[in-house]
């Protein structure tokens, strides 16, 4: 038996669901840049206390899904700001370094996953099932990211990433998302043929045209 003194596990899942559920708001445009977000409110129509919601919306600030001012206003942030900016520079970079580092490491199983992931992407835009094509796209980029094997650019990207799930999502829903399907193939060949010039080139137009292509 262990002879330390462990504090009670407080109810995390109802502070990590109100995040879910408004952050998915945010980024599909329920909740519109500018939208005043009150704790009494969201907890009313999350069905829970002002406790979790709070704390969700702290992270959300940190994310910079939400902007607040102490006693003045608490609402979610516009989509493009310079916050945004630095976010898709930092995130672009590190996708460079990672499909970099990656290139030398990928076995045919990397590259079949990345084309199973692409081919997911590809029926979700088909369907019409945004959601879903951003799972699909995630673990799609998500596998050079761990074969570069750096935990401080995973974390990293955690970090920055959520800035820029707004723009991806405009991105999914238009007819853009059909150039990310043929950029995903281009990658995914380049990395198969170890062509790291070629693959570098590729992320580093996939992340920039995130903003470009608007």
């Known amino acids: 038996m262990l002879d330390v003194s462990l504090s009670k596990v407080t109810r995390p899942l ?21 939208t005043p977000l009150r704790d009494a409110d969201l907890a009313d ?12 919306l702290l992270r959300l600030t940190d994310d910079g899904l ?11 942030s516009e989509v493009m700001s310079p916050d945004v900016l630095d976010a898709r520079e930092i995130v672009r970079l590190l996708h460079e370094f990672a499909v970099r580092e990656a ?15 692409n081919d997911r992407f590809a029926a979700a835009i088909e369907a019409g ?10 673990e799609l980029h998500g596998i050079p990211v761990r074969l570069a094997g750096n935990a401080a650019v995973a974390a ?9 799930r707004r723009l991806e999502h405009a991105r999914f829903s238009s007819a853009l998302a059909w150039k990310s399907v043929a950029r995903h193939t281009r990658l995914i060949d380049a990395l198969e043929a170890r062509d790291t010039g070629t693959a570098v080139s590729v992320i580093s137009t996939i992340w920039t045209d995130l903003l470009e292509d608007r």
């Open 14 to 34: 109802l502070r990590d669901e109100a995040y879910d559920r408004i952050r998915r708001a945010i980024v599909d445009g329920s909740l519109p840049p500018g």
């Open 45 to 56: 129509q999350l069905g829970l206390s002002r406790a979790p919601v709070r704390q969700a």
């Open 66 to 76: 939400v902007e607040s001012k102490p006693q003045s206003y608490t609402r979610v």
């Open 103 to 117: 290139a030398a490491k990928c076995r045919p199983a990397d590259v079949a996953a990345m084309r199973a992931a």
């Open 129 to 138: 099932d945004v959601d879903a094509a951003m799972r699909a796209d995630d």
């Open 156 to 164: 990293t990207l955690d970090r920055y990433t959520p800035l820029l």
